[in-house]
């Protein structure tokens, strides 16, 4: 019924447009491609072949995560002001993929960094209109031209809140979200790791049951994919765009020293 595309992030684009071609619905991992060009061309091909394509992102199915989306729906926590998300661990093996220019379009931005940004989006509930980002390097020989080992950045809001994120591939216990909002507050720590996500706000600690992961993810993909259910947050291959456009903003800034602006 579905493909589900775990490779290399330079490979995904020549991935998932051959799996459309052969009519078959596409999961595809984050980042969804190298860059908004590509994500673009993803797209268009799977729209073509009139298959699903949708992105891996698990965090969108997550209980407390949602607990969080739901509050802030509803008012509980007035207006948002502020995000913070870290995201980090120090890398291994110096010759993984990851650490390849080639294979992985950069470095942290390109596998722990895109959880900030997406997770700065779904906790605030809007979509950036700037962003600006500085980089900072202290083992050039690991961490190659283009390979980025640690990226700051701030994004606005429509709405007037603010995110400072930080991606990083050279600094363990970096895994959490916080959201200021006028009426309270919502923390996620951990945030986005494997085992059990941690939570608490302004109103006390969120104490909903611990889920596998990947398992609800794939039993809610199954139900978008074969029965057309929609997400709470969209998980299909424009939302996965969204990020790759704010990737390339990232880079982008990092290299001018400018603010750079968005239209999602």
Known sequence: DAVYVITPNALHNDQVIRVAKAGKHVICEKPMALNAKEGSEMIAACKKANVKLLVGYRMHFEPKTLEIIRMRNEGEFGKIMFFQGLCGFRIGDPNQWRLNKQLAGGGSMMDIGIYAINGARYMVGEDPVWVTAQETKTNPEKFKDGVDETIQFQMGFPGGAVASCLSTYNMNYLDRFFL?????????????GYGPIRGRTSKGELN???VA????QMDEMADIILGG?????????????????IIDAIYSAVKTGKKVNLKL
């Not at 200021?180 to 986005?192: D, I, M, V």
């Not at 259910?229 to 456009?245: F, H, M, R, Y």
Request: charged content about 25%.
């Open 180 to 192: 200021s909002a006028e009426k309270g507050f919502a923390e996620l720590q951990p945030s986005t």
């Open 229 to 245: 259910k929609q997400s709470i947050i969209p998980v299909d291959g424009e939302e996965g765009l969204k990020d790759l456009k």
């Open 208 to 210: 909903q049951a611990h």
């Open 213 to 216: 992961h990947q398992t609800v």
